[in-house]
């Protein structure tokens, strides 16, 4: 690294050297995108400075915030989804820092993988206030450390703005939005009919512990009072499971100037948190008495601020379609989650919570400044729309994007060239070291011309079959069922269904066959085939046969709802198998949970309607399919009252030919998740132990290295707090 270069100039009332440094990569801001970006572009060679104006790493994610970081699998709605590579790394090894509480360590953890890093210089509270540019080039940005009264000018051949709020690119003049757009500027549905500036806001966290014995609490006279349930203006369970914890929902922000107004936001927070604390020290009915506030957050956790304008703009359509984009390097799946502006005090303006099918992908286009040439974009700065925002402002989603953003702006120093022209020219190297870092990018495969493992032949002592025979309880057909599952062969036959019969006569069901395009695509609504059995009373298997011929993929068969009649089923089910439920019958059951005035006739019938619902005082909003004729609800559903998540059993099967789903080569296909395929090798459970695979060439081959990629159970039903029973120990 070039030693650094000193000047000195006049600075104010006394002289200052202002240190000025040469660098490949400028990283400003020390988010979980940030840090992912610093990372990724120190590992690919470049000389690399990540700077950040906070005396802790993390943002929202750090131990003076303490907001968990959570992604695309939404805690289990969607499988598979767990954000692995340089976020996965940061997460895996905080739990095994402090797994008690890893949020208070994840910091130390993020300064230590920063630390080790040879090609990273770091610097803490150092807050960028000025940015030299020439044309489309950013040159050079200027900062001040308050800790240490040192003045640093970073100049860079590529800057990365993970600021949060963009204070590189917007103080550049880079194109940025700030608001929703009109619904006529990109077709959305959820966007208002005219465009605004108002934003989701930020929120304060606590934590609280339990003491043994009464903790008295006295309310500071400038709190708020709220002396009953009926005087919060949000209102909500809020103790249930989160005694322990802040309340997200504590929000205020969104009709300000989100950007310049940050301290006001953080007065009108603390005066919510603890009013919000006196009520339930002091009202009876919470059972907080012997709680005391041991953690008070006073930087303001911001959901929102400038999003910059890329090449391309994602939009909520992309969302939707779940687009493979050719240029992909991330992918979210958190839903189109939008808060009300008004937050804590806000009566369900503009706010929305809908699930999404699967997850969808993020080409590299938006991640750096159209105005710009040298400007990447990591974090809430990317180039999103507001309604696709509500998905990709998680913090897993943008650590992932960092990455992406990283690995590229390494590869532009290598090939001196312009942001635009890497994505449009060399977005398959970048995609191949997310992969090789044990990353993951909806349908792009492993195609390392270097891997070795991908010209052998692999082979294994045994192979389960992809099946479910083990029943733990029977699902009663009272609802259509359906289960889906992967086809190998180029035909299905028959599926066998063990079902039971408590009518005492026979009963013939009808199961139809269809298509998948995703896992979990239960909405497809053209039948491929239909076949009838009968089913005599008592238990067994029972056999449909659809004598097709098709095209290996994933397929699922569905039966109808029937009185008498029930599906065994297991909760422990096999990779790459997915179910689900016609959902209609578990809304009217969920009716009660709903609050006074909504309509959960409108969620089931209207197709034109949000994919979410919520009360007058932005309260819990629920997960609605309503635009999907089918109604399918797939291997988990949300409980609308209490937010959990409910994981469904799922029904027993065979399939003729048997499928060879989990055969050895599976592994050497180039795909490292679930998708068509379960893309995985699983060893037949009756062979016993032990079992293996191995790898074979027809001639010896020379190598370097052997490159491993565990599992750290990337299907989790929740987001991880302790290490997973997968994970390696050594």
Same mark, same amino acid.
């Given at each position: 690294?070039?030693?650094?270069?000193?000047?000195?100039?006049?600075?104010?009332?006394?002289?200052?050297?202002?240190?000025m440094?040469?660098?490949d990569?400028?990283?400003?801001? /020390?988010?979980?995108?940030?840090?992912? $970006? +610093?990372? %990724? *572009?120190? @590992?690919? &060679?470049a000389?690399?400075?990540?700077?950040?104006d906070?005396?802790?790493?993390?943002?929202?994610?750090?131990?003076?915030?303490?907001?968990?970081?959570?992604?695309?699998?939404?805690?289990?709605?969607?499988?598979?989804?767990?954000?692995?590579?340089i976020?996965?790394?940061?997460?895996?090894?905080?739990?095994?820092?402090?797994?008690?509480?890893?949020?208070?360590?994840i910091?130390?953890?993020?300064?230590?993988?920063?630390?080790?890093?040879?090609?990273l210089?770091?610097?803490?509270?150092?807050?960028?206030?000025?940015?030299?540019?020439?044309?489309?080039?950013?040159?050079?940005?200027r900062?001040?450390?308050?800790?240490?009264?040192?003045?640093?000018?970073?100049?860079?051949?590529?800057?990365?703005?993970?600021s /949060?709020?963009?204070?590189?690119?917007? $103080? +550049?003049? %880079? *194109?940025? @939005?700030? &608001?929703?757009?009109?619904?006529?500027?990109?077709?959305?549905?959820?966007?208002?009919?005219?465009?605004?500036?108002?934003?989701?806001?930020?929120s304060?966290?606590?934590?609280?512990?339990d003491?043994?014995?009464s903790?008295?609490f006295?309310?500071?006279?400038?709190?708020?009072?709220?002396?009953?349930?009926?005087?919060?203006?949000?209102?909500l369970?809020?103790v249930?499971?989160?005694?322990?914890?802040?309340?997200a929902?504590?929000?205020?922000?969104?009709?300000?100037?989100?950007?310049?107004?940050?301290?006001?936001m953080?007065?009108?927070?603390?005066?919510?948190?603890f009013?919000?604390?006196?009520?339930?020290?002091?009202?009876?009915?919470h059972?907080?008495?012997?709680?005391?506030?041991?953690w008070?957050?006073?930087?303001?956790?911001k959901?929102?601020?400038?999003?910059?304008?890329?090449?391309?703009?994602?939009?909520?359509?992309?969302?939707?379609?779940?687009?493979?984009f050719?240029?992909?390097?991330?992918?979210?799946?958190?839903?189109?989650?939008?808060?009300?502006?008004?937050?804590?005090?806000?009566?369900?303006?503009?706010?929305?919570?809908?699930?999404?099918?699967?997850?969808?992908s993020?080409?590299?286009r938006?991640?750096?400044?159209?105005?710009f040439?040298?400007?990447w974009?990591?974090g809430?700065?990317?180039?999103?729309?507001?309604?696709?925002?509500?998905?990709?402002?998680?913090?897993?989603?943008?650590g992932?994007?960092?990455?992406?953003?990283?690995?590229?702006?390494?590869?532009?120093?290598?090939?001196?060239?312009?942001?635009?022209?890497?994505?449009?020219?060399?977005?398959q190297?970048?995609?191949?070291a997310?992969?090789?870092?044990?990353?993951?990018?909806?349908?792009?495969?492993?195609?390392?011309?270097?891997?070795?493992?991908?010209?052998?032949?692999?082979?294994?002592?045994?192979?389960?079959?992809?099946?479910?025979?083990?029943?733990?309880?029977?699902?009663e057909?009272?609802?259509?069922?359906?289960?889906?599952f992967?086809?190998?062969?180029d035909?299905?036959?028959?599926?066998?269904?063990?079902?039971?019969?408590?009518?005492?006569?026979?009963?013939?069901l009808?199961?139809?066959?269809?298509?998948?395009?995703?896992?979990?695509?239960?909405?497809?609504?053209?039948?491929?085939?239909e076949?009838?059995?009968?089913?005599?009373p008592?238990?067994?298997?029972?056999?449909?046969?659809?004598?097709?011929?098709?095209?290996?993929?994933l397929?699922?068969?569905?039966?109808?709802?029937?009185?008498?009649?029930?599906?065994?089923a297991?909760?422990?089910?096999?990779?790459?198998?997915?179910?689900g439920?016609?959902?209609?019958?578990?809304?009217?059951?969920?009716?009660?949970?709903?609050?006074?005035?909504?309509?959960?006739?409108?969620?089931?019938?209207d197709?034109?309607a949000?994919?979410g619902?919520?009360?007058?005082?932005?309260?819990?909003?629920?997960?609605?399919?309503?635009?999907?004729?089918?109604?399918?609800?797939?291997?988990?559903?949300?409980h609308a009252?209490?937010q959990?998540l409910i994981?469904l059993?799922?029904?027993?099967?065979k399939?003729?030919?048997?499928?060879?789903?989990y055969?050895?080569?599976?592994?050497?296909n180039?795909?490292?998740?679930?998708?068509?395929?379960?893309?995985?090798?699983?060893?037949?459970?009756?062979?016993?132990l032990?079992?293996?695979?191995?790898?074979?060439?027809?001639?010896?081959?020379?190598f370097?290295s052997?490159?491993?990629?565990?599992?750290?159970?990337?299907?989790?039903?929740?987001?991880?707090?302790?290490?997973?029973?997968v994970t390696?120990?050594?």
């Amino acid at each position: 690294m070039k030693k650094p270069v000193i000047m000195m100039k006049k600075k104010g009332m006394y002289d200052n050297a202002e240190i000025m440094s040469d660098f490949d990569v400028a990283v400003i801001g /020390g988010g979980l995108a940030g840090i992912c $970006a +610093a990372i %990724a *572009a120190a @590992r690919k &060679g470049a000389r690399t400075v990540l700077v950040h104006d906070r005396s802790v790493l993390g943002g929202n994610a750090s131990s003076e915030i303490r907001v968990r970081i959570s992604g695309a699998s939404c805690g289990g709605w969607l499988p598979n989804a767990r954000e692995e590579g340089i976020a996965g790394e940061i997460v895996e090894k905080s739990i095994r820092f402090n797994p008690e509480n890893r949020e208070a360590g994840i910091s130390v953890v993020m300064w230590e993988l920063c630390r080790q890093e040879k090609n990273l210089s770091l610097f803490l509270d150092t807050c960028v206030y000025e940015v030299e540019k020439e044309g489309r080039i950013v040159k050079s940005a200027r900062a001040v450390q308050l800790s240490t009264e040192k003045r640093y000018k970073f100049k860079a051949a590529y800057f990365i703005d993970a600021s /949060g709020d963009g204070i590189v690119a917007a $103080a +550049a003049g %880079a *194109a940025y @939005r700030i &608001g929703f757009e009109a619904k006529s500027e990109y077709g959305e549905t959820l966007a208002p009919d005219k465009a605004n500036n108002l934003t989701m806001g930020a929120s304060l966290g606590f934590q609280a512990e339990d003491m043994g014995h009464s903790v008295p609490f006295v309310r500071p006279e400038w709190a708020y009072h709220y002396p009953d349930d009926d005087a919060l203006p949000f209102k909500l369970n809020f103790v249930s499971g989160a005694k322990k914890g802040g309340f997200a929902w504590i929000e205020y922000g969104g009709i300000i100037d989100s950007v310049r107004d940050t301290q006001e936001m953080r007065e009108e927070l603390l005066k919510c948190l603890f009013g919000v604390w006196d009520h339930l020290k002091n009202t009876p009915g919470h059972d907080m008495e012997n709680y005391q506030l041991t953690w008070i957050g006073m930087a303001p956790g911001k959901r929102e601020g400038r999003r910059f304008t890329g090449e391309y703009v994602l939009t909520e359509k992309d969302l939707r379609e779940t687009n493979a984009f050719e240029d992909a390097v991330a992918y979210g799946g958190w839903p189109i989650d939008i808060h009300d502006p008004e937050g804590f005090k806000g009566r369900g303006i503009y706010a929305f919570h809908g699930m999404l099918d699967w997850i969808y992908s993020i080409p590299m286009r938006c991640l750096y400044s159209r105005d710009f040439d040298n400007l990447w974009l990591a974090g809430r700065t990317i180039s999103v729309s507001k309604i696709a925002f509500g998905s990709t402002r998680i913090m897993g989603t943008l650590g992932i994007c960092g990455e992406a953003a990283g690995y590229a702006a390494g590869l532009a120093v290598k090939k001196k060239q312009t942001c635009s022209r890497t994505a449009k020219q060399d977005y398959q190297e970048v995609q191949q070291a997310i992969l090789k870092n044990g990353g993951y990018i909806p349908w792009k495969k492993n195609e390392d011309g270097a891997d070795l493992a991908l010209a052998a032949k692999a082979k294994a002592t045994s192979e389960a079959a992809c099946e479910l025979i083990s029943v733990s309880e029977f699902l009663e057909l009272d609802r259509p069922r359906g289960v889906m599952f992967p086809v190998t062969a180029d035909r299905i036959d028959a599926v066998e269904l063990l079902l039971k019969n408590t009518s005492g006569r026979e009963i013939v069901l009808a199961a139809k066959l269809r298509k998948a395009v995703y896992p979990g695509d239960f909405y497809q609504e053209e039948i491929l085939a239909e076949a009838q059995a009968s089913v005599a009373p008592g238990t067994g298997w029972v056999a449909f046969r659809f004598d097709r011929s098709l095209a290996p993929g994933l397929y699922w068969v569905s039966l109808p709802a029937a009185k008498n009649a029930g599906w065994a089923a297991n909760r422990e089910y096999p990779v790459g198998v997915y179910f689900g439920e016609q959902n209609l019958d578990e809304l009217k059951k969920l009716a009660p949970f709903f609050p006074p005035g909504v309509s959960t006739t409108r969620w089931m019938t209207d197709t034109n309607a949000s994919d979410g619902l919520f009360d007058a005082n932005g309260g819990f909003l629920a997960p609605a399919p309503g635009r999907r004729k089918t109604g399918w609800t797939r291997n988990a559903v949300w409980h609308a009252g209490n937010q959990n998540l409910i994981k469904l059993p799922c029904p027993c099967f065979k399939i003729f030919p048997s499928s060879n789903a989990y055969a050895p080569e599976m592994i050497i296909n180039g795909i490292n998740r679930p998708e068509v395929f379960p893309n995985l090798w699983i060893s037949d459970p009756e062979k016993g132990l032990p079992q293996s695979l191995a790898l074979k060439w027809e001639k010896a081959q020379r190598f370097n290295s052997v490159h491993l990629i565990f599992d750290n159970d990337i299907d989790a039903f929740r987001p991880p707090v302790k290490p997973r029973p997968v994970t390696v120990k050594d």
